[in-house]
């Protein structure tokens, strides 16, 4: 009986699919597990063989679950809003709605061929209308939100409207605007517009003024990884920083309980590492400097450091160049110098900026006082400063921060040594450990004591006070875009009004141009009808859905809550989920603020989404390359008569024979082709010695897919694109063409990428499955090499015949199973258990060809021995455990099965193999019952074969016997 895969895998997926196998339901009296995967974004590519590697390994565990008693919830739904949908309808004329759901189905299939225990019943699309619906309701609950510091958690706005009706914002601080300061009769004096003005610097949600990178020539806003050195990246139009309305979240409001909560949850350190740089906090000091300039319009420069003790080594102060007050600064001498920067870093996005070792500024003209000792500090713009962290301004310690040491370097700025010999004037020195010098009443003080006496010292003064920043910036939440969700806003004179719940969802029209609008906006602003009701034209952007997605597989169809809150008291935190690193801190951080808040007004029962967070490595592609040697035809050309010119054949050389690239024979081999191609016409032109010309090379890379390991498959290669090489000419080594290989991204534009329906058509499912487990572990990125593959289908196929042989059929019996068969079977529960538990699923898929080989080398064909087996394969290889399953006579499905339980009794080793060594040399080993005293040992060593032969007749001086070790015969 053959093992006849393809029919068996395609047979067990309609039947889980019929039978409903996977759906799961949120009453169970079984303990719950909750696995996610990070859905994915459907791109028209589709699945590569990269992609499943994450979504294998969450289906092992959630079988694996399942198996041990667990109601297990593994979803799976799409990401579906987003720019690249958008781009690809833009180039092609099709509405992203109908390519995205292109893209889906095609997912879809991809996924299914691979097995996947998903309860599909539970998909859900971001851009679906009623998915979205919930995503607009969450939104509004953010908006009329705001986070009240003194309980450390989100309130409503109506309540904190009523606290400034009784008592001003003495108690409540604006976190969007420091300086609104009102008493409770203020308040009721304010008209209801600025009112509503001052609740949006309250407002989780909230909207602003921003600047974007907007490109006139292609009328469209670009994000930072679009412009490339102030020009866009598609075209090379220049670029410009342009102040749109945007909307944001104020997720530095939630950054101590993000850091916080970093400590109850199951991430790695790596992960933990850098969240918890991206939240950034840090302890210092904010001090007012009295500014002097010619316009007199600033009255003083707030700057916020860590370092309050360097006080008296400011040397300079740098200004972000995009603030406000640059204007006010500038003298009449440097104004032409400071618009001419303005604009140089107009046209540069923050990453370029904060990137950029290149060193720039420009002096204002302007000067800030230092408040103890009256010194005049010039204030100038530069670059690396930007308006988003701190104050915008900086006061820089040369002598103690090697990036002001430098730029003070390159501008001449003197430099106030504070620290004597811990400043050699060749770089600075971040140390607090100096005794400071230089420093007036803080001579002689070591540097981390004096921080608090200079905090004591502005505190008393009333020129500044300790702070505590973060380095995060409030989450730009807005897309001047159109394949997003639409704000659930309407504008009325100015102030942003929500809807009401039972107006949602808010459905994205109809457009007929995705061109932005008149002033930058979004499409929405094309449409008459949309902007006559005055609603937001700006989109949501695309973690918007991502960041409650897992709330919503807990209860897709609940059409009167986002998830009822019985449900997700039921399935609580995701137990596992596991998803790529680079969404550290994008996806994850705000996905854990929107948890947050809902856990504060009540909705959901906990704060953290994800108890334990497993990231994939990436499987990279393993590159081919071919290697064209440069054409020689300039050397042959006939100026005068172009007709005799020869034609130019495309030569590849193989691999090994590039160093020989300029050797006499290659360019014989190089001279006879053209000679070949070209007949007549070479002999035509004039006689030039080729040889006297160093051969070049070229590396294309080529289709993984037709290079079986590293040989070209050349036929192939000649049909590829379209017979593109149709006509080239090969120079082989020993009769192959060897490709170049190297490890990169898996990527279309690399050629590397191997589609997993190929491979599922070719060896199976399981295979498959198995397969990309076995390459390594799953937290590590490695290489993908198809030959490999062979090595797992075998492993499969021997299994197949501890159950039934080709020719003989059924082998497997009833008999009852030895004790050294309960112990292979037992040695493999106990170590694939283990692996899996710690998700080491590639050392588990050894553990079973260990035991599947150990089963076969003992001709071991016992349904006591082999059920077990199965159910263990399950997780990992399910068509073929559930073929087998039922072919040793099982009628229910072995996704029910119970996990087998390990006994240590069967494998307590009750004897061991010893080394026999006669002085000093191995000469055999022996079995030996680990109960075995000397004189038995010494009985049983005397009386082998082996041993006799090489004592010759001598009586040993004596046998040396340590037990556990070995045994000497010393003669």
């Known amino acids: 009986m053959e093992y006849k895969f393809r029919e068996l895998e395609q047979k067990w997926q309609q039947y889980w699919n019929e039978s409903k196998a996977y759906k799961v339901y949120n009453v169970s009296n079984k303990p719950k ?51 690249p949908a958008e781009q690809y309808a833009i180039e092609h004329g099709i509405h992203p709605a109908i390519s995205t759901e292109n893209n889906i189905n095609n997912f879809r299939k991809q996924l299914d061929k691979i097995g996947f225990c998903f309860d599909w019943d539970r998909e859900v699309k971001t851009c679906d209308p009623k998915y979205y619906k919930w995503t607009q309701w969450i939104f509004l609950q953010l908006f009329n939100s705001y986070f009240n510091r003194q309980k450390q958690k989100a309130e409503s706005i109506e309540s904190l409207v009523e606290i400034f009706n009784k008592e001003g914002n003495t108690n409540y601080p604006c976190p969007g605007d420091a300086s609104i300061e009102f008493e409770r009769d203020d308040w009721k004096s304010y008209t209801d517009k600025y009112q509503q003005e001052i609740l949006m610097h309250y407002r989780l949600a909230f909207c602003g003024y921003g600047e974007v990178n907007w490109c006139e020539a292609l009328g469209t806003v670009l994000a930072n990884d679009e412009v490339v050195n102030g020009v866009s990246e598609r075209g090379g139009h220049p670029v410009v920083k342009k102040k749109l309305r945007q909307w944001y979240l104020r997720i530095t409001e939630y950054a101590e309980r993000l850091l916080e909560g970093l400590q109850t949850v199951d991430f790695s350190d790596a992960m933990k590492e850098m969240q918890t740089n991206w939240i950034g906090k840090s302890y210092g000091a904010e001090i007012d400097f009295a500014v002097q300039s010619e316009k007199n319009k600033v009255a003083s420069l707030r700057v916020y450091t860590t370092r309050p003790d360097t006080i008296f080594g400011v040397d ?169 969700e639409p704000f659930p806003i309407t504008w ?158 495309s ?154 042989d080709e020719l003989k059929g059924k082998v497997w019996n009833e008999e009852k199973a030895t004790e050294a068969e ?16 710690r998700f080491s699923f590639n050392t588990a898929v050894s553990a079973f060809m260990v035991a599947v080989n150990e089963m076969a080398d003992t001709k071991c064909h016992k349904r006591e021995i082999l059920e077990p087996l199965l159910i263990m394969l399950t997780p990992y290889a399910p068509h073929v455990a559930e073929e087998l399953w039922h072919l040793l006579g099982n009628t229910s499905s072995i996704l029910d099965a119970t996990y087998p339980i390990f006994n240590p009794a069967y494998v307590v080793e009750s004897s061991k193999e010893y080394p026999i060594s006669i002085n000093g040399k191995l000469r055999t080993t022996l079995t030996i019952s680990l109960a075995a005293t000397q004189d038995e040992v010494e009985k049983m060593v005397l009386a082998n074969e082996v041993v006799q032969k090489w004592i010759e007749g001598k009586h040993p001086k004596k046998i040396i016997f340590v037990k556990n070790k070995m045994i000497n015969v010393v003669l």
């Open 492 to 649: 009325k004179d100015g102030v942003a009004y929500p809807l009401s719940e039972n107006e949602l969802p808010l459905l994205l029209p109809e457009v007929e141009t995705y061109s932005p609008g008149p002033e930058g906006e979004g499409p929405l602003a094309n449409i008459p009808e949309w902007v006559a009701k005055e609603l937001e034209t700006n989109t949501m952007p695309g973690y918007a859905g991502s960041s409650w997605y897992f709330l919503r597989y807990m209860d897709p169809e609940n059409e009167t809550s986002f998830c009822d809150r019985k449900v997700s008291d039921y399935w609580n935190q995701v137990d596992l989920y596991i998803g790529g690193t680079e969404h550290a801190v994008g996806h994850l951080l705000y996905s854990r603020m929107w948890t947050k808040v809902l856990y504060d007004l009540g909705f959901i029962g906990f704060d953290e989404p994800y108890r334990k967070l497993v990231n994939q490595g990436m499987i990279q592609g393993s590159s081919r390359f071919v290697y064209r040697i440069n054409t020689i035809n300039e050397l042959l050309l006939d100026l005068t008569n172009p007709a005799n010119n020869p034609i130019s054949p």
């Open 822 to 837: 309960l112990k292979v079977l037992h040695k493999a529960i106990k170590k694939i258990e283990e692996d899996t538990e």
């Open 651 to 804: 030569i590849f050389i193989s691999k090994n024979l590039i160093d020989k690239i300029s050797n006499d024979e290659i360019k014989s081999k190089v001279i006879d082709i053209y000679q070949k191609i070209n007949k007549e016409k070479y002999r035509k032109i004039k006689s030039i010695d080729i040889r006297d010309y160093p051969n070049t090379y070229s590396e294309l890379h080529i289709d993984v897919n037709f290079v079986d390991g590293y040989e070209l498959n050349i036929e192939e290669f000649k049909k590829w694109r379209n017979g593109e090489y149709a006509d080239a000419e090969f120079i082989l080594e020993d009769g192959k063409y060897i490709c170049g290989a190297e490890v990169e991204k898996m990527s279309k534009s690399k050629f590397n990428t191997v589609n997993p329906n190929d491979l599922v058509e070719k060896y199976g499912a399981d295979t498959f499955r198995m397969y990309e487990m076995f390459l390594g572990p799953v937290e590590q990125s490695k290489p993908w090499d198809t030959k490999g593959i062979e090595g797992v289908h075998r492993f499969l196929k021997k299994l197949w015949r501890l159950f039934f």
């Open 33 to 83: 597990y909750y696995v996610l995967d990070m859905f994915p974004y459907p791109s028209g590519a589709g699945l590569h063989v990269g992609h499943p590697l994450g979504y294998i390994a969450s289906d092992i565990f959630a079988r694996y679950k399942r198996l041990k008693g667990f109601n297990v919830l593994h979803p799976m739904g799409y990401d579906a809003f987003g720019l």
């Open 316 to 484: 300079f102060m740098v200004v972000a160049p995009e603030l406000d007050i640059v204007n006010d600064l500038k003298s009449a001498e440097q104004a032409a110098a400071v618009d001419d920067y303005l604009a140089y870093v107009k046209s540069r996005s923050d990453r370029e900026r904060q990137a950029e070792k290149k060193i720039s500024g420009c002096f204002t003209g302007a000067y800030a006082i230092n408040p103890f000792n009256a010194k005049p500090i010039p204030i100038w713009i530069s670059e690396y400063v930007l308006a988003g962290y701190g104050t915008g301004a900086i006061m820089a310690v040369p002598c103690g921060d090697e990036r002001d040491f430098k730029f003070a370097h390159h501008f001449n700025i003197p430099i106030t040594n504070i620290i004597g010999s811990h400043f050699n004037g060749e770089e600075a020195n971040a140390t607090k450990e100096a005794v400071l010098e230089n420093s007036d009443f803080l001579n002689g003080i070591v540097m981390k004591d004096a921080i608090d006496i200079v905090c004591n010292k502005i505190e008393e003064m009333k020129i500044g006070k300790r702070k505590t920043n973060f380095k995060m910036r409030d989450a730009a939440f807005s897309r001047q875009r159109y394949w997003g």
